[in-house]
């Protein structure tokens, strides 16, 4: 049986990886904060996004690549950072940074992945974007910026959203700390995934190497069960902070984590490149708005490019995105979904399910491009356009 047959939906990946992923690891990568009520406005907010159907308009064939910052990309989405991403399945940042190189899609590496910039130099081919939580000490930051674009990423991502770390019961209540131990409990969930726990034990117990590399660990005692040996070295950054890495990177800059239409502006106004609307999946705040509820208002404040994440379940939910005034989506869990489904098929199954829902469902509201996805909204939206 086919994989289209037996895993038609991102569902049915996220059913399987969930069988497949030991369950304390599952509740990290699923959970989000507080009562997760920021996670469920997400899905609820896309799903007021409605479009009209169109007849008689004869055959369509959809046409879903895109430009974005220059480059050329097949379908106008890319793989999110996700921390720790390793720890969800063995060897996710080589698997993902190969499909992504394969396929022609951007992947994002996460600070606090456990592969550093080095481990994947060539693997990303050129699709590579660094996602940086900014160090406080300005020779950290520096060398940072030289080991990411000594490693060919060529995007810079400044996650600004992240000023303290978050509660996430479930993950607490999951029992994994950082770093990683296996107590009796956890080891007995182990014991129920053999294919994960022969892939981990084949590469080791993950570990946030590159932040390992710049860290005192006699201080991560100090830390709740739910922060890192990131938060040791990392500041809240602020507009001086992005006037820095403006200064000292010559690659497009990018700030993810913006909910606010005044930031987007005067990111304009400080020459950065792309603004990345999102509430960081739910995991950060729990009385955040949706992502795609404010992101009507961004577009309108901004000429910028934007990304959004946080929420997206698969190609419908793309395509709301951009309706409504984003350029490019990013999807973090999802990737993870696959492989643990499928390991190293997993990325290039799900990038078929995403560009065939796109078009499918472009079809059906007789939209042939992606600008005109607008047109077939049903409401405004409160969409405007930036003067």
């Known amino acids: 049986m086919s994989l289209d047959a037996r895993f038609p939906a991102i569902s049915d990946l996220k059913a399987r990886a969930r069988r497949r992923i030991p369950h304390f690891v599952w509740e990290y990568l699923d959970s989000a904060t507080g009562t997760e009520s920021a996670h469920r406005r997400g899905r609820e907010a896309f799903d007021r996004v409605l479009f009209r159907p169109a007849a008689l308009r004869g055959e369509i064939a959809p046409e879903i690549s895109t430009t974005f910052l220059g480059r050329d990309y097949p379908l106008p989405v890319g793989i999110a950072p996700l921390g720790m991403s390793g ?5 996710a940042e080589m698997h993902l940074a190969r499909h992504a190189a394969k396929a022609g899609i951007p992947y994002c590496l996460s600070t606090v992945a456990t592969r550093t910039p080095e481990d994947l130099k060539g693997a990303h081919g050129d699709q590579g974007w660094f996602q940086m939580y900014p160090p406080r000490d300005p020779g950290m930051r ?13 995007t810079l991502i400044l996650t600004v959203d992240v000023p303290a770390a978050s509660r996430r019961e479930r993950q607490t209540r999951g029992g994994l700390v950082q770093p990683p131990r296996l107590t009796p409990r956890l080891m007995a969930q182990v014991a129920l995934c053999p294919a994960w726990a022969m892939g981990i034990q084949a590469t080791g117990m993950p570990r946030m190497r590159l932040m390992d590399s710049y860290a005192d660990q006699e201080k991560m005692g100090r830390l709740p069960s739910t922060a890192h040996v990131g938060y ?41 490149d792309a603004v990345w609307v999102s509430n960081h999946a739910g995991r950060q705040f729990d009385g955040a708005p ?27 939910d793309i395509l709301r995105a ?10 973090g869990r999802a990737w993870h979904y696959a492989l643990g489904a499928l390991g190293r098929e997993g990325p290039a199954h799900l990038q078929d399910i995403l560009a065939k829902d796109m078009t499918s469902n472009m079809a059906q509201i007789g939209a042939r491009r992606l600008g005109d996805l607008a047109g077939r909204l049903v409401g405004d939206h409160g969409l405007q356009h930036p003067v």
Do not use: C, N
């Open 290 to 316: 949706a992502s795609i509820d404010v992101l009507p208002q961004i577009r309108a404040a901004t000429r910028l490019p934007l990304i959004l994440d946080s929420g997206i379940e698969g190609g419908l």
């Open 232 to 272: 040791l070295l990392r500041a809240a950054p602020d507009w001086d902070y992005v006037r820095a890495l403006r200064e000292r990177w010559e690659g497009p800059l990018i700030i993810k984590g913006v909910l606010e239409p005044e930031v987007a502006t005067q990111a304009e106004a400080e020459g950065v």
């Open 87 to 91: 720890l969800v399945w063995p060897e």
């Open 322 to 331: 951009l309706a409504l005034g984003a350029d490019f989506v990013m999807m």
């Open 142 to 154: 520096d060398d940072m910026l030289a080991r990411a674009k000594g490693a060919g990423f060529h």
